[in-house]
């Protein structure tokens, strides 16, 4: 019995940091409606686990987390579409504190191209 419990305690110590990650990087953060906003981005950091841009809307910073590298790619995005001094509108779950001013995009239009980055989420 002892031995069970060990193996337990080990499989669920295991587990912790997964879900803490899984918890950060999903959508437990974000409101379930969406927000729409057009700036023009400031910074760009592009990679795993996601991309984050700053934008500039209206005087007011933005963070927008884009996709992971290989979802930005299947969205159509090529490298150097998302660059400083490109304008950009973002359509996208914000965070449940508004006082953040982060969104997570869920579409993007650069120019009157659309690039869907998450589908399901339609």
Do not use: C
């Not at 437990?28 to 969406?34: I, Q, Y």
């Not at 359509?91 to 650069?110: C, Q």
Request: glycine letters at 12%; hydrophobic letters at 40%; zero cysteines.
């Amino acid at each position: 019995m002892t031995r069970l419990l060990s193996i337990a305690v080990l499989a669920l110590g295991l587990m912790a940091p997964a879900a803490g990650a899984l918890a950060h990087h999903g959508w437990s953060w974000t409101t379930g409606g969406n927000i729409d906003l057009t700036g023009m981005i400031k910074t760009v950091r592009l990679g795993n686990p996601h991309g984050i841009l700053k934008v500039d809307v209206e005087g007011e910073e933005w963070t927008a987390e884009v996709g992971q590298p290989w979802r930005n790619r299947r969205a159509g995005l090529k490298k150097g579409d998302l660059a400083e001094g490109v304008e950009i509108r973002v359509i996208g779950e914000p965070a449940a504190d508004m006082s953040e001013k982060r969104v997570k995009v869920e579409r993007l239009f650069l120019g009157k191209r659309e690039y869907v980055l998450y589908p399901e989420r339609d």
